[in-house]
């Protein structure tokens, strides 16, 4: 897309779509918001091309390892895509979760839908040692092989929340195996739940105000020392039978997130 002389300058765009209390995060933190806040509010509609990143940093001011930082994050987002000699892409909307079960944020304006898109990207999948919550809720014995997939949910192009989600190799080995990219976009719940031909029947869930690790503010893209809260969501299906663990370190946002109707 050739670029507009009519659209804001370099300081009115960033003024038209900066969020306040962003003054002291990174500047490719402030950008990738700034951008979010541009999409969302239209300035670019889904399938549009947005400006080339020289482009981008001759309008924003900014150093042309700083925009295409805030692109590449947009793009892990699900918010953008990103296609090598063709441009930076607005998303259509695709890969978002089907009926989220935890993250449940709430929208506000009119025309958001009841509860915010979530826009999965999976980042590692390793296996869990060691103790921790994720292990009182699964009890893992003698033999048991608790894997942990780590992902960044886009919450509606805005922030980021990291997550770490535990189940048992032994109970879901098809799952553990499947190739990373074909998770991309999946509602793990539902993927566990339809495995064990039961839905999730119980969920225990408990919040904490933390500070992140650097595992966590390097995933969604905040200051080290960050604090925000910590959702630990155990799961079960059928009488009680432990099905996975979740954690989702959530950083500070203007959004509400419901944690009711949990069935």
Same mark, same amino acid.
């Given at each position: 897309?050739?670029?507009?002389?009519?659209?804001?300058?370099?300081?009115?765009?960033?003024?038209?779509?900066?969020?306040?209390?962003?003054?002291?995060?990174?500047?490719?933190?402030?950008?990738?918001?700034?951008?979010?806040?541009?999409?969302?509010?239209?300035?670019?509609?889904?399938?549009?091309?947005?400006?080339?990143?020289?482009?981008?940093?001759?309008?924003?001011?900014?150093?042309?390892?700083?925009?295409?930082? +805030?692109? #590449?994050? !947009? *793009?892990?987002?699900?918010?953008?895509?990103?296609? /090598?000699?063709? $441009?930076?892409? =607005? %998303?259509?909307?695709?890969?978002?979760?089907?009926?989220?079960?935890?993250?449940?944020?709430?929208?506000?304006?009119?025309?958001?839908?009841?509860?915010?898109?979530?826009?999965?990207?999976?980042?590692?999948?390793?296996?869990?040692?060691?103790?921790?919550?994720?292990?009182?809720?699964?009890?893992?014995?003698?033999?048991?092989?608790?894997?942990?997939?780590?992902?960044?949910?886009?919450?509606?192009?805005?922030?980021?929340?990291?997550?770490?989600?535990?189940?048992?190799?032994?109970?879901?080995?098809?799952? +553990?195996? #499947?190739? !990373? *990219?074909?998770?991309?976009?999946?509602?793990?719940? /539902?993927?566990? $739940?339809?495995? =064990? %031909?039961?839905?999730?029947?119980?969920?225990?869930?408990?919040?904490?105000?933390?500070?992140?690790?650097?595992?966590?503010?390097?995933?969604?893209?905040?200051?080290?020392?960050?604090?925000?809260?910590?959702?630990?969501?155990?799961?079960?299906?059928?009488?009680?039978?432990?099905?996975?663990?979740?954690?989702?370190?959530?950083?500070?946002?203007?959004?509400?997130?419901?944690?009711?109707?949990?069935?």
């Amino acid at each position: 897309m050739a670029i507009d002389t009519t659209r804001p300058a370099t300081d009115d765009f960033l003024r038209r779509y900066g969020k306040r209390g962003m003054q002291g995060l990174p500047k490719y933190v402030q950008l990738r918001e700034a951008l979010c806040a541009a999409i969302n509010a239209g300035h670019w509609e889904p399938g549009a091309r947005l400006p080339s990143d020289s482009d981008l940093t001759r309008l924003t001011g900014y150093s042309l390892g700083t925009v295409q930082r +805030a692109l #590449r994050e !947009l *793009a892990d987002g699900g918010v953008v895509v990103r296609s /090598q000699g063709s $441009g930076t892409y =607005v %998303s259509d909307g695709g890969g978002a979760i089907d009926a989220p079960l935890h993250l449940r944020f709430r929208g506000s304006a009119d025309g958001e839908p009841a509860f915010l898109p979530l826009y999965p990207t999976v980042l590692s999948r390793t296996r869990a040692h060691g103790s921790g919550a994720w292990s009182e809720w699964l009890r893992p014995e003698g033999g048991s092989d608790i894997v942990r997939i780590d992902r960044q949910l886009s919450v509606n192009g805005e922030f980021i929340v990291f997550n770490r989600f535990y189940f048992d190799a032994r109970e879901f080995p098809d799952i +553990a195996a #499947r190739p !990373l *990219a074909t998770l991309d976009g999946a509602n793990l719940k /539902q993927l566990l $739940g339809e495995a =064990v %031909s039961m839905p999730i029947s119980d969920v225990e869930q408990h919040v904490s105000f933390v500070k992140f690790d650097a595992a966590a503010c390097k995933a969604m893209g905040v200051k080290p020392g960050t604090r925000g809260l910590l959702l630990e969501s155990a799961a079960a299906a059928g009488r009680g039978n432990p099905v996975y663990f979740l954690e989702s370190f959530i950083p500070p946002n203007d959004r509400r997130l419901d944690v009711s109707a949990l069935r």
